[in-house]
């Protein structure tokens, strides 16, 4: 089965910058998506960055230019590079990945809190 966890979040300033790792302890062979998910205080959990299984991307508005998804080949590692960050990109990032094959099935992450403060 396909277990996730995440990494690398914690306290930065505003204008910093973080990198997301997210490993995957089971073995996955075809995904409908790879994507971060955060959810922010008081507020629902939002999208914030998506690999499709088409190898496309797509980003949510706020983030764009900013953050930045990636995977290495084997599909092992997810990442998610965090630049010019604001104070409203606080919250808990999580990792998920809809999966297709060898079973079918969507997983989370136990998430990582990010903190932008000054």
């Known amino acids: 089965q396909v277990q996730l966890e995440e990494s690398g979040g914690g306290l930065v300033q505003p204008g910093g910058s973080l990198r997301l790792s997210c490993v995957n302890s089971g073995r996955i062979f075809r995904v409908r998506q790879l994507a971060w998910y955060r959810q922010r205080p008081g507020m629902q959990r939002e999208l914030v960055a998506q690999?499709?299984?088409?190898?496309?991307?797509n980003y949510e508005g706020s983030v764009t230019g900013r953050f930045t998804i990636s995977r290495d080949g084997a599909e092992h590692t997810l990442y998610l590079q965090m630049n010019n960050l604001k104070p409203e990109d606080t919250g808990v990032y999580y990792c998920n990945a809809i999966v297709l094959s060898p079973y079918t099935g969507t997983f989370w992450g136990p998430g990582t809190q990010v903190t932008v403060s000054s």
């Open positions: 690999i499709k299984g088409d190898g496309s991307k």
